[in-house]
């Protein structure tokens, strides 16, 4: 079992950043691919961004490149979303999500699955002025 606990989201204004962390604990996540995902009222989920489990390869949804960047540190067992040059309509609860990284849900092909195994409790971002 995995548990994850996201931090760090907050109210910002337009142009802002905030860097949100996931911080895992019960096993390793170096055996993990890790996704970022957003949900805002009346939408479905969608990825956001993803590392793959040797931290060799990330992916970002086309309206956040550029803006967000994630990252892994395996000594604190953690992954971070920095996002600058905030939106409204990057608005949103914001979860991490883990899945065995044999299953490469990092890669181009499989970038919008969203069937991960684990999932921490969200932390909501709100980009206004």
């Known amino acids: 079992q995995v548990q994850l606990v996201e931090s760090g989201g907050g109210s910002v204004q337009p142009g802002g950043s905030l860097r949100l962390s996931c911080v895992a604990s019960?096993?390793?996540?170096?055996?993990?691919?890790i996704g970022w995902f957003r949900q805002s009222p009346g939408n479905e989920r969608e990825v956001v961004s993803c590392?793959?489990?040797?931290?060799?390869?990330?992916l970002y949804l086309d309206s956040v490149k550029g803006r967000f960047s994630i990252s892994r540190d395996t000594a604190k067992n953690t992954v971070y979303l920095q996002m600058n040059s905030l939106r409204p309509e990057d608005t949103a609860v914001y979860y991490c999500?883990?899945?065995?990284?044999?299953?490469?849900?990092?890669?181009?092909?499989?970038?919008?699955?969203?069937?991960?195994?684990?999932w921490g409790q969200g932390a909501q971002v709100t980009v206004s002025s």
């Open positions: 590392i793959d489990s040797h931290g060799s390869t990330s």
């Open positions: 019960g096993r390793t996540l170096d055996w993990f691919d």
């Open positions: 999500a883990a899945v065995s990284g044999t299953y490469r849900y990092c890669s181009p092909y499989n970038f919008n699955l969203k069937s991960y195994s684990y």
